[in-house]
Structure formats: C-alpha cells, structure tokens
C-alpha cells in the first residue's frame, strides 16, 4: 500500500533525524569510554523501532569512579537531536534487568 504524503514527511523527518542523531550516540558512547564508563544503548534506539518523539537509553553497566554530573555530561555534551535517559543497571530491579535484558 502506498504512504500517504503526511507518513512519506514523518518517513523523512525519521530517516533525517537518525542521520543526524547516529554520529552524536555514537560520540557520546565515546566520552563515556573514555571515562572509563561501560554503557550500552537499549531500547528503540537499539532495536531499530526509534520513531519521531523516541528518545535514547543509556544503559550504564560499570560507572566505574565517574560521577553521575559526569556520565550526564558526557552524553548531554553530545546528543542534541533527542532526549535520552540514563538508567543504571545497578539501580534496577530483577524485573528491570529483564526488561532491559528484552530490549538490548
């Protein structure tokens, strides 16, 4: 079935957006590497089911000695395109894990 014109616009606005929003990820998971943080993306953003209004998920394994001012800077300082969430796999229950687990 073909788009309509609104979806082919959304369609891409999207395709526009992950453009931009890719090398700003990618740039963040590199400052947190270079703290010394272990993180990983989860979610849409890393299942391929990111839409318009998704936001990132950073999932913080080992934070290592880095502070939380310091994980939220390194990634604010580079992903501008989206919201993102930090979540720290400590900080979760069981029952989060899971979900988490379900989403990488």
């Given at each position: 079935?073909a ?37 990983r ?13 998704s ?33 720290y796999?400590?900080?979760l229950s ?11």
């Amino acid at each position: 079935m073909a788009m309509s014109p609104y979806e082919r616009i959304e369609r891409r606005r999207l395709e526009d957006r992950l453009a931009r929003l890719r090398p700003q990820v990618q740039a963040a998971m590199e400052n947190l590497a270079a703290l010394g943080v272990r993180a990983r993306i989860v979610g849409s953003f890393a299942s391929g089911s990111f839409r318009t209004h998704s936001d990132v998920d950073f999932l913080i394994e080992d934070p290592r000695d880095a502070s939380i001012g310091q994980i939220y800077e390194a990634i604010a300082s580079r992903v501008r395109e989206a919201p993102f969430d930090v979540v720290y796999r400590d900080w979760l229950s069981e029952g989060g894990r899971a979900i988490m687990e379900k989403t990488e």
